[in-house]
């Protein structure tokens, strides 16, 4: 997935005027060793290339390039020379709207035939905090808390229409981004991460049956000790950058309610090109594999409604996003990162029926000292 992405890009960049030769005039009177010409000013469309310059951003006017960080969507991409923290925050939009069977869009009034309840639609919000330490130049330290607010609308056989909603803390992840090799313009880490059972899986809202526990997609945690493995690779010239990750969730065990989540893996792969020193922009593609529940939390009855049953969670589907990263130049704000992406499904598989993904959207602020 990355070479298809990377060959292209790379190919373009022989091809870019200001790249490759400029570097070939700087060399010209052979004075300069490489460091120092990294130091060097950059054109505002070519910004430096210095991998590490991004962090420091000291009294030498180097600020980090806007597309040194990966599209915002992506976790995990960068990591940070020793000595260094860096906050975070992001806020996630995903609507859901509609029902799919399979590779087909499917009707609500075809869903109850099946069941005497459908959803119609379900918005998830998420506000993740998060905190990255480098204790070594080769190991950055990643925290994050999700709060997560969950609401889904219903129809039922009888023409009536009801709203469950659900908001606290989602799963916390601890992680380490461990370096395994790079050099100026390529760089490759490993990501593992850990996230524990803080979000709820007994969540209740009110319904046509009382005040009762709200089916799997509606609870805010996944309940179980889950590891999330991964590799990521980036690289960069002065005119490009780009980037791919391959990661995965593998649950531990089985919650307090007898079930756990299905595993699952997701491969993104980027470009991104930066237009001044302080904007860049990105295209993104990101495949998304889960599987189906294991076991079943007993208070459930499949019959119901989709959502209840543990056989229908699973779901393939690659999206495309379009992005944006900005970074401030100067000022007291120098170094302030914000970035916002939206991803859009370009083909999505279900075992149905379930609800299909329509659009999501991040948005983000990162700052690292
Ligand atoms: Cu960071």
Request: proline content about 7%.
């Amino acid at each position: 997935m990355s070479r298809s992405i990377c060959i292209p890009l790379l190919a373009l960049t022989l091809f870019l005027p200001g790249t490759a030769p400029a570097d070939d005039l700087d060399d010209a009177d052979g004075s300069a060793p490489p460091a120092a010409r990294r130091q060097q000013p950059a054109a505002p469309a070519t910004p430096a290339a210095d991998p590490h310059a991004h962090h420091h951003g000291g009294d030498d006017g180097g600020v980090a390039r806007p597309d040194s960080h990966a599209p915002i969507g992506v976790m995990g991409d960068h990591m940070h020379a020793a000595g260094e923290f860096m906050l975070s925050y992001r806020y996630m939009f995903m609507n859901m709207d509609g029902s799919r069977d399979g590779d087909d869009s499917i009707s609500d009034g075809r869903v109850l035939r099946d069941y005497p309840v459908t959803p119609t639609s379900m918005d998830t919000q998420m506000h993740m905090f998060g905190l990255m330490y480098a204790p070594l130049d080769q190991v950055t330290l990643t925290a994050m808390l999700p709060l997560v607010q969950k609401d889904m609308d219903h129809i039922t056989r009888l023409g009536g229409k009801f709203s469950v909603d659900t908001f606290g803390v989602g799963d916390f992840k601890l992680g380490a981004l461990v370096r395994l090799w790079e050099n100026e313009t390529h760089h490759f880490h490993l990501n593992a991460a850990l996230s524990f059972p803080t979000g709820s899986t007994t969540e209740k809202d009110d319904t046509p049956v009382g005040n009762v526990r709200l089916p799997y997609p509606m609870q805010l945690g996944s309940g179980t000790y889950d590891i999330l493995p991964g590799v990521t690779y980036t690289g960069q010239t002065d005119a490009w950058s780009w980037g791919a990750q391959a990661s995965g969730v593998i649950r531990t065990g089985r919650n307090d309610e007898n079930y756990r989540l299905g595993n699952g893996y997701e491969l993104t792969a980027w470009g991104a090109k930066p237009w001044t020193e302080w904007v860049s922009s990105s295209l993104r593609l990101k495949w998304k594999d889960f599987g189906n529940i294991t076991g079943a939390d007993g208070r459930f009855n499949p019959q119901m409604v989709p959502t209840a049953d543990p056989d229908l969670r699973a779901f393939r589907r690659l999206d495309i996003g379009v992005g944006l990263n900005f970074i401030i130049p100067r000022g007291f704000l120098k170094g302030n990162r914000l970035a916002v992406e939206a991803e859009f499904p370009l083909y999505q598989h279900v075992d149905g029926p379930q609800l299909e993904q329509d659009w999501m959207v991040t948005a983000g602020w990162q700052y690292a000292f």
